[in-house]
C-alpha cells in the first residue's frame, strides 16, 4: 500500500499567506475528501510542516540570521525532519502549493503547481518585485518543481506552462481541476428569493451604499489582478449609464490588501479615475457574508491578467452571478460559453459587457443559468478522485525509477566483473 503524507499547512491559522486564499480552500477540500474515502491501494494521512518547523532550536538559530530566515527554515531546517515522528510512516509526500516544498527532499514527493506566474509575467514582476530574496525564493521553487516525482497542475494552462516555461515532461504532469463549494448553489436560489428588506439589510452590514447596482470584484490586489483596468471599467460603464440616464454601478472589491504598496496603489487608482465614492474595498469577507454579497450583486467582473485557475469566477457562477472576465490564461476554462469575456488590456471591451449586462435583465438571467449548469461540472469529488489516481501514477513512476537502477546496477557490475575472469 501506498503511505501518503497530505502536507495541512495552509490551514494552520499562523499561516496567513495560505489560510484564507484560494490554496486554503483547495487543501480544506482534499482533506475532507480523504478523510471520508477508503482506497486499498493508498492510505492518506496528514501533517502540517509549519508545525515541524516551530519551536526547534535550529529555529532560533536561524532567527539570529539577518535575512532569507523563511527560506532557511523550508529548505534547510524542515528537510532534516522528513524522517522524524509522524514523518517515518509515509513512503510519499503530497505539497499541495508548489512554494512550500523543499529545494531538496530525501523523500519522494507530489507537488501542486498553482501557476507560473513570476514566469510568464516575468517583466510585470520584475518591476514589482526586483529584490534579490524574491528571485532566490522563485529560483529555489523552480527546484522544487523539477525535483518532484509528480506534478498535480490546477488547469491545462499550468500544465502547459510547466511544459513550455520549465520544458517538463508531460507524462509527469496530471491536470486536477478545482472544484466549487455546495453551499454557493444554495446562494443562486437565495437570490430568487431576496427581498428589499433583506438585501437592504446585508449592504448595512457590509457597509455597502443603498440604490445602486454592485459590480463585485474577488481577488487579491497583487500586479497581475489588473486592478488599474478593474477601476477603469467600472469608471467608464459609470459613465456611459450617466450619459444615458441610468444609475451608474457601485464597484465592490472583497478580498484580503496584503501590503502597503498595494494600499497606496489602490488609492492612487481611485482618485484617478474620481471613483472615490464609486468603489468600496471590504477587504476580506468570511464565507457566510461573501455569499450574501453575492446574493446581492448585479454581476461579477475579473479582468485578471493571468490565473492559475480563477476560482472565485467559479465560485460567482455557482451562485448564479454572471461573470464579465479576461479571455486570457485559465479562465476560459473555467468560464467557457457561460460568460461574457474580453481583452483585460482594453478598458472599453470590458466596459461595453458590462453595460449591456446591467441594462438587459433577460441576457444577465440567462448567463446565470448557464454559469450554475456550468459550475455544476466542477465538483471537489472529481478533484479528489483526480488526486488520488496522481499518487498511483507517481508510485508507479517510483517504482519504473527502481526498476530502471537496479537494472543499471546489475549492467555495470557484470560490466565490471566480467573483464576480471574471478567467476570463470
Known amino acids: 500500500m501506498i503511505s501518503v503524507g497530505l502536507d495541512l499547512s495552509a490551514l494552520d491559522p499562523g499561516f496567513k499567506s ?158 486536477t481541476p478545482l472544484g466549487v463549494d455546495e453551499r454557493f448553489f444554495d446562494v443562486a436560489h437565495h437570490r430568487d428569493q431576496l427581498g428589499v428588506s433583506e438585501g437592504a439589510a446585508i449592504r448595512s452590514k457590509l457597509g455597502i451604499p443603498a440604490g445602486r447596482p454592485i459590480v463585485l470584484y474577488v481577488g487579491g490586489h497583487d500586479e497581475r489582478k489588473n486592478i488599474g483596468n478593474l477601476v477603469g471599467i467600472v469608471h467608464q460603464a459609470g459613465a456611459e449609464l450617466r450619459a444615458r440616464g441610468k444609475v451608474a454601478p457601485l464597484l465592490v472589491m472583497a478580498g484580503r490588501v496584503t501590503s502597503r504598496d498595494e494600499i497606496d496603489r489602490l488609492d492612487s487608482t481611485l482618485r484617478r479615475y474620481g471613483m472615490e465614492r464609486d468603489a468600496v474595498s471590504l477587504g476580506y469577507v468570511p464565507d457566510d457574508d461573501l455569499k450574501e454579497l453575492y446574493a446581492e450583486s448585479s454581476l461579477f467582473l475579473f479582468p485578471t491578467l493571468y490565473e492559475g485557475f480563477g476560482l472565485p469566477a467559479l465560485e460567482a457562477m455557482a451562485a448564479g452571478l454572471p461573470v464579465v472576465g479576461s479571455n486570457t490564461s485559465s479562465i476560459p476554462e473555467v468560464v467557457g460559453e457561460a460568460g461574457r469575456l474580453f481583452n483585460p488590456l482594453r478598458i472599453d471591451d470590458g466596459a461595453r459587457a458590462v453595460v449591456e449586462l446591467l441594462e438587459d435583465g433577460a441576457m444577465r438571467e440567462t448567463l446565470a443559468r448557464a454559469g450554475i449548469a456550468r459550475a455544476r461540472t466542477f465538483t471537489w469529488e472529481r478533484t479528489g478522485r483526480a488526486t488520488l489516481e496522481g499518487y498511483k501514477r507517481a508510485h508507479a513512476l517510483i517504482r519504473g525509477r527502481q526498476t530502471t537502477d537496479a537494472r543499471e546496477t546489475s549492467r555495470s557490475g557484470s560490466e565490471k566483473v566480467e573483464p576480471s575472469g574471478t567467476f570463470l
Open 18 to 175: 495560505h489560510a484564507h486564499r484560494g490554496i486554503g480552500r483547495y487543501v480544506a477540500e482534499l482533506h475532507t475528501f480523504f478523510d471520508s474515502h477508503n482506497d486499498p491501494e493508498v492510505s492518506v494521512g496528514f501533517f502540517d510542516h509549519e508545525a515541524l518547523r516551530r519551536n526547534r532550536l535550529a529555529d532560533k538559530l536561524v532567527s539570529l540570521v539577518p535575512c532569507g530566515r523563511t527560506s532557511l527554515k523550508q529548505h534547510v531546517v524542515y528537510p532534516r525532519r522528513l524522517h522524524q515522528g509522524v514523518m517515518r510512516d509515509f513512503s510519499l509526500l503530497h505539497y499541495p502549493a508548489h512554494m512550500d516544498a523543499p529545494a531538496w527532499s530525501s523523500k519522494p514527493y507530489v507537488l501542486t503547481v498553482l501557476d507560473l506566474i513570476p514566469h510568464v509575467l516575468k517583466d510585470l514582476y520584475r518591476a514589482h518585485k526586483p529584490s534579490w530574496r524574491f528571485m532566490v525564493a522563485r529560483s529555489l521553487e523552480v527546484l522544487a518543481i523539477r525535483q518532484a516525482t509528480l506534478l498535480l497542475a490546477i488547469s491545462e494552462t499550468t500544465a502547459d506552462d510547466l511544459v513550455r516555461v520549465l520544458g517538463i515532461s508531460r507524462d509527469r504532469i496530471v491536470v
